[in-house]
């Protein structure tokens, strides 16, 4: 059955870090585009950063590119979004997602055949 269970959420003042994990099936997770999103109060669901666990390349949205970092661990079928130096615009609900092709749109929540439940990041003085 595929699966995606995301874990590491939590409050942070800004400036802080936290990692979030994306653990999956073998069937989500071998050569598969799998991406982060986020989704705030009020505003429409967002990919931050995509990683092709078939290579390991990877993809990150503008507004997270030099402060976020998304990577894989085979041996788990699992992938980690690294946030560093966080804001409180970061503050949303967190999700990652799977689907076999990645493609130009991947930051837009279309397409994908599985989603995690979601966790949350709050960044708050």
Known sequence: QAQLVESGGGSVQPGGSLRLSCA???DTYNNKCVSWFRQA???EREGVALIYTGNGDTVYADSVKGRFTISQDNAKNTV???MNSLKPEDTA???????????SRWAQPYGYDTW????????SS
């Not at 609900?93 to 493609?103: E, I, L, N, P, T």
């Not at 995690?116 to 960044?123: E, I, S």
């Open 24 to 26: 999956a099936s073998a």
């Open 41 to 43: 109060p009020g505003k």
């Open 80 to 82: 980690y979004l690294q």
């Open 93 to 103: 609900m967190y999700y990652c997602a799977a689907r076999a092709w990645c493609g």
């Open 116 to 123: 995690g439940q979601g966790t949350q990041v709050t960044v």
